[in-house]
C-alpha cells in the first residue's frame, strides 16, 4: 500500500494544476445541481418500507383520509364581542385569500338528523311524538281546557329543546368552538396546499398574520395560530435560525481551534476549500442518484461534515509535523501522505463498507442513510488525500517550520497517567451500563425543532386550558363488520385506554337490524313529518329536508349493504377500502392518555396488542409502525456493520484480539455517549439511536490511526495525538454547535454527538493507546528474544 501511496502522490503532485482545475470544476458544477435540484422531505411517512403491504396500506390510508394541512386558530378576549360575528368576519376575510381553503366544520347537523333519525327507537322525540298523538286522540280539544294546551306545551318545549340543540350547531355556529368562560373562540381553516410546501406555508403564515394583526387592532382581541401548518412553519423557522446561529459559532470556532493549531492562515483557507469541494460533489451525487433526502439523512449529511474534517486534520497535521521535522519541502509533503494513507485509506474502508451494508436493510430511510454515509465518506477522503498534498505543494514558499507545542508533549505525558487510564475505564463502563438501560428504554415521541416558548406551544396551552383538553386524535380502529366494531371499541373502554368514539355506531346502533326493521322505522318518520305542529317546528329551524331525506333514505335500503352505500356518500371518513379492496367501518377514539406525552405512544399500542387482533389506521399508527422498523433495522444494521468492521480490522492488523478491542472499545465509548445524553435527560429517539452505527463507522479512526502510528515510533505517536486532538476539536465545534440551538431535537443531536467524539478522545488516549503501546513493546521483546535465541542456536 505505501507503494500505490508513493505514486500516487507524486502523481497528483506532477500534474498539480491540472488535478487542481479538474476538482474545482467538478465540485462547482455537482454543487450548483445540488443547490438546485435536491430537495428535502421531512414527512415521516416517506420513511416507510415501500415493498411491504403493511406499510402501503397505512400510507393509502393516510393520503386518503388524514388531512395535515389544517391551521388552528384561536381567538381570545371575545367575550365582549359577539362570537357569530368574530367567526364570520375571520372566516370570510381569510377565506378570500388565495391561501386557504374554507373552515373547516367541527360538524355536520344535517348529516345528524339525517341518520340519527334513523336510531331513534326509544328516547325523547319517539316518546314526545307519542304522548303528543296521545293526547291528540283523547284530551278533549277545546280552547279552555287549559290542560290539555299546557300537557301539548310541554311535549313540544322537550322537542323544542331537542332540535334547539341540534340547531345550535347550525349556521356559522357549526365552525367554531368556544370556551366555556366565553373567552376563546377556536375555528379550522383547510390551506389550499399540503404543509410539506414550505414555501408556501411560509407565505401564507406570513400573509395571514398581517391580516390578523389588523383584524386585532380593529376588534380588541388577540389571535394565535397553532396546527400542523403552524408547526411547519415555526419548525422551518427556527431550523433556519438554529443553523445560522450554529454554522457561526461552529465556522468561528474552527476558524480558532485551526489557527491555534497550526499557526497558518493558508491551512484555514486549504481546509475549507476542502470543504466546500467535497460537500458540493457529494451533495451532487446524492442529488444525482437520490433526489431528495429524508429527516434522518439530513442529520447524518450534517454529520458528514464533522467527519470530513477527520481526513483534513490527519493530512494536514502529517504535513505540518513534517514540515517541523525534517523542513518545508516537496519531499515531506510525500512522507507525510505516504506515512498518512495507510491508516487514513483503511478508516475509510472501514466506514463506507460498512455504511454500505445497510442497502441490506428493508427501511429506506436506513438505506438512503447508507448510500449517503458511505459515498460521502469516499469523497471526503478523496478530495483531502488530493487537494491538501497539491495545495502545500502550489504554496510551499507560505508555510515555515514552527516548534511542536507544549501542549500536544503535556498530553502524551498526562494520558500514560495510571489513574488517569483507571478513571477512564470505570467511568465508561459505569456510563455505558446506562446507556444500555436507555436504549432499553427507548423512546416513541421525539423532542421537537420548535422551542417550548413557540406560539404553536402557547396556544395549545391555552386551547388546553381553557377547554380542559385539545381533545384531537388521528387513531381510528377498523372492522369489517358493526359487530366487530362495537366488540372492538367495547375492549378497548373496559380496559381504559379510550375515552370516547365517532363512528357509524354513533348514528345507528344496530346498522345490521335497520333492513329488517325499515317498516317499522319508516312509519315513525313519517308520522314526524306529517304531524303538523312538528312540520312547522322543522320547518322554522330548517331542517324539515332533512327529515323528509331520511325517508328517501329508508326507501332505498333492502340490505345493510345498502345503507352503508348511502351513508358513505354523506360521511365518507368512516369508510375505508384497503390495497386488497377490503372495506372497513372506521371508528375515530380519543385516547385516555396523552398520546404524544412521555412513552405513551408505545403503551398505548402495546396495550391494544395485548387486547387481541384489533386493526388501526391513522398517522399515529403509522409513526408508530415506523418506528418500530427503524429500531429493528437500525438494531439489524449495527449487527452489519460490527461484523465487516471487524472483518476489515482483521485484514489490516492480521490480529483478532486486536480487531476486537477496537470495535469492543468503539462500541463501549457509543455506549456511553447513550448513558451520559440519559443522566442529563435526553432519552434515546429515533434520532440520537441512528447515532448507534453511525459512531461504531467512525470511532474507530482515532484507534486506527493511533494504532498505526505505534510502529513509526514516539515522534509519530505525538504527531497523530495532535492530529486526533484537531479532529475531534473541530467537529466537536461543528456538532456542539448545536447545543446553542433553541430546538430540543438540536441541542439533543449536537449533545449525543459531541459526547461520543469527547469519548472516544478519551478512551484513544488514555486507555487504548496506552494498552497497545504495551502490548507492542512486549511484542518486539519477544520478537528480540526469539531472534537472539536463533542467533545463538546458529
Not at 72 to 101: Q, R
Not at 266 to 287: N, V
Not at 553 to 574: A, H, Q, R, W, Y
Not at 774 to 791: D, F, L, M, Q
Request: charged share 20%.
Amino acid at each position: 500500500m505505501e507503494r500505490f501511496a508513493k505514486w500516487y502522490v507524486e502523481t497528483i503532485l506532477s500534474n498539480q494544476k491540472k488535478v487542481a482545475l479538474t476538482l474545482i470544476i467538478i465540485s462547482t458544477l455537482l454543487g450548483l445541481y445540488a443547490i438546485l435540484g435536491l430537495r428535502i422531505n421531512a414527512d415521516i411517512t416517506g420513511l416507510a418500507p415501500k415493498d411491504d403491504p403493511r406499510f402501503q396500506d397505512l400510507v393509502k390510508y393516510t393520503s386518503e383520509k388524514v388531512t395535515s394541512n389544517t391551521l388552528i386558530v384561536a381567538i381570545d378576549g371575545v367575550k365582549t364581542s359577539n362570537p357569530d360575528t368574530i367567526a364570520k368576519m375571520i372566516k370570510e376575510l381569510f377565506e378570500n385569500t388565495p391561501y386557504v381553503n374554507h373552515a373547516e366544520p367541527f360538524d355536520n347537523p344535517e348529516t345528524l338528523v339525517k341518520y340519527g333519525m334513523l336510531s331513534f327507537g326509544e328516547g325523547t322525540i319517539n316518546d314526545t311524538i307519542r304522548y303528543y298523538q296521545s293526547l291528540m286522540r283523547v284530551e278533549p280539544k277545546t280552547l279552555v281546557d287549559f290542560r290539555f294546551w299546557r300537557n301539548v306545551g310541554s311535549a313540544l318545549y322537550d322537542l323544542h329543546s331537542y332540535i334547539q340543540s341540534i340547531v345550535e350547531k347550525s349556521g356559522i355556529k357549526k365552525y367554531y368552538l368556544l370556551s366555556p368562560d366565553k373567552e376563546l373562540l377556536v375555528m379550522n381553516f383547510s390551506m389550499k396546499k399540503p404543509m410539506s410546501d414550505v414555501k408556501f406555508v411560509t407565505e401564507a403564515i406570513r400573509e395571514l398574520k398581517k391580516l390578523s394583526r389588523k383584524f386585532e387592532n380593529q376588534n380588541n382581541v388577540k389571535i394565535y395560530f397553532t396546527g400542523g401548518v403552524m408547526s411547519t412553519y415555526e419548525a422551518n423557522l427556527q431550523a433556519s435560525k438554529d443553523f445560522t446561529l450554529t454554522t457561526f459559532i461552529s465556522l468561528v470556532a474552527i476558524i480558532l481551534i485551526i489557527i491555534l493549531g497550526f499557526g497558518n492562515i493558508w491551512e484555514l483557507l486549504i481546509l475549507f476549500t476542502g470543504l466546500l469541494m467535497a460537500m458540493g460533489i457529494t451533495l451532487g451525487l446524492i442529488t444525482l442518484f437520490l433526489r431528495e433526502l429524508n429527516i434522518v439523512t439530513t442529520f447524518v449529511n450534517a454529520m458528514l461534515l464533522g467527519m470530513g474534517i477527520d481526513y483534513a486534520m490527519y493530512i494536514v497535521t502529517r504535513i505540518q509535523e513534517r514540515f517541523n521535522i525534517e523542513g518545508v519541502s516537496h519531499q515531506s509533503i510525500v512522507d507525510a501522505f505516504i506515512e498518512n494513507f495507510r491508516p487514513s485509506f483503511i478508516s475509510m474502508a472501514t466506514t463506507s463498507l460498512a455504511f454500505l451494508g445497510m442497502l441490506l436493510s428493508p427501511s429506506n430511510a436506513i438505506k438512503q442513510m447508507g448510500f449517503s454515509v458511505a459515498l460521502g465518506v469516499v469523497v471526503y477522503f478523496f478530495v483531502f488525500n488530493t487537494l491538501a498534498p497539491i495545495a502545500h505543494n502550489m504554496l510551499l514558499p507560505k508555510f515555515k517550520s514552527r516548534q511542536r507545542e507544549t501542549y500536544v508533549r503535556v498530553v502524551d505525558i498526562v494520558r500514560k497517567s495510571r489513574v488517569l487510564m483507571t478513571l477512564t475505564i470505570i467511568t465508561t463502563l459505569l456510563l455505558a451500563a446506562v446507556g444500555i438501560y436507555s436504549i432499553i428504554n427507548f423512546s416513541y415521541t421525539t423532542s421537537s425543532l420548535v422551542p417550548k416558548k413557540s406560539e404553536t406551544n402557547i396556544t395549545s396551552e391555552l386551547i388546553s386550558k381553557k377547554f380542559g383538553s385539545i381533545a384531537s386524535s388521528d387513531i381510528v380502529i377498523a372492522a369489517a363488520t358493526s359487530e366487530e366494531l362495537q366488540s372492538s371499541l367495547e375492549k378497548l373502554k373496559e380496559h381504559g385506554l379510550i375515552t370516547s368514539d365517532f363512528s357509524i355506531l354513533t348514528f345507528i346502533h344496530n346498522p345490521e337490524k335497520i333492513a329488517e326493521e325499515k317498516s317499522n322505522i319508516y312509519v315513525q318518520v313519517l308520522e314526524i313529518t306529517n304531524t303538523p305542529f312538528l312540520e312547522i317546528l322543522f320547518r322554522k329551524y330548517g331542517l324539515y329536508e332533512s327529515f323528509v331525506s331520511t325517508v328517501d333514505v329508508i326507501k332505498n335500503i333492502s340490505s345493510t349493504e345498502d345503507l352503508f352505500k348511502l351513508m358513505e356518500k354523506d360521511i365518507p371518513s368512516l369508510f375505508y377500502e384497503d390495497i386488497h379492496g377490503k372495506k372497513y367501518l372506521l371508528a375515530f377514539v380519543t385516547p385516555a392518555i396523552e398520546i404524544w406525552t412521555g412513552n405513551n405512544i408505545k403503551i398505548f399500542f402495546e396495550s391494544i396488542k395485548k387486547i387481541g387482533n384489533i386493526k388501526t389506521y391513522g398517522y399515529t399508527t403509522l409513526f408508530y409502525g415506523i418506528i418500530e422498523e427503524l429500531l429493528i433495522s437500525t438494531t439489524w444494521v449495527f449487527g452489519i456493520v460490527f461484523l465487516i468492521e471487524f472483518i476489515i480490522l482483521y485484514i489490516d492488523f492480521k490480529n483478532v484480539r486486536k480487531a476486537w478491542n477496537i470495535i469492543f472499545l468503539t462500541t463501549l465509548n457509543t455506549l456511553a455517549a447513550f448513558g451520559i445524553s440519559y443522566i442529563i435527560g435526553i432519552k434515546t429517539t429515533f434520532i440520537t439511536f441512528i447515532v448507534l452505527p453511525i459512531f461504531l463507522g467512525i470511532g474507530v479512526d482515532s484507534l486506527v490511526e493511533l494504532d498505526h502510528s505505534i510502529r513509526y515510533g514516539k515522534e509519530s505517536i505525538i504527531k497523530t495525538e495532535k492530529a486526533v486532538i484537531m479532529s475531534v476539536l473541530t467537529t466537536v465545534a461543528s456538532f456542539g454547535s448545536f447545543i446553542f440551538a433553541q430546538g430540543q431535537l438540536l441541542r439533543e443531536f449536537g449533545f449525543v454527538t459531541s459526547a461520543g467524539l469527547i469519548g472516544a478522545l478519551l478512551i484513544s488516549f488514555c486507555w487504548y493507546l496506552n494498552t497497545a503501546e504495551k502490548s507492542y513493546r512486549e511484542t518486539k521483546k519477544v520478537e528480540a528474544s526469539n531472534h537472539a535465541i536463533n542467533e545463538e542456536d546458529n
